[in-house]
């Protein structure tokens, strides 16, 4: 059975790259845009792993990974996060919500997918 994984990005093109590359390597995707919708669309899909961006119109990715840890059914849930927001502390302060992992954009594929399979292991 693939695993799946829920894409939460707000910017459209790189929600398709995400969800295509993911797609291709045999996952199954649920892309979700708006950060406000992430609780309910991660209960529904129930994934194997979360991929957050962190700057999302009207809510922090980094307060959406703390909501996850805190929810009973997906705390056990890994996220990586994937930024364009890499100031000095960035890292810090979303590992400490929760992500597992964390990548500053632009994102590489291999790099992308190697992240990716090394938290679904």
Do not use: H, W
């Amino acid at each position: 059975m693939a695993k799946r994984i829920l894409v939460v990005e707000d910017n459209d093109l790189n929600r398709k790259l995400f969800c295509d590359v993911l797609k291709a390597g045999g996952f199954e995707v649920e892309p979700v845009a708006d950060g406000e919708l992430v609780l309910n669309a991660a209960r529904a899909f129930a994934p194997d792993l979360v991929l957050m961006d962190i700057q999302l119109p009207n809510v922090s990715g980094i307060d959406l990974i703390a909501a996850l840890k805190r929810d009973a059914a997906l705390l056990d849930v890994p996220v990586l996060a994937v930024t364009a927001y890499a100031g000095k502390g960035d890292e810090e302060r979303i590992r400490a919500a929760g992500a597992a992992d964390y990548l500053s954009k632009p994102v590489s594929i291999g790099p992308f997918l190697a992240a990716v399979k090394r938290l679904l292991d």
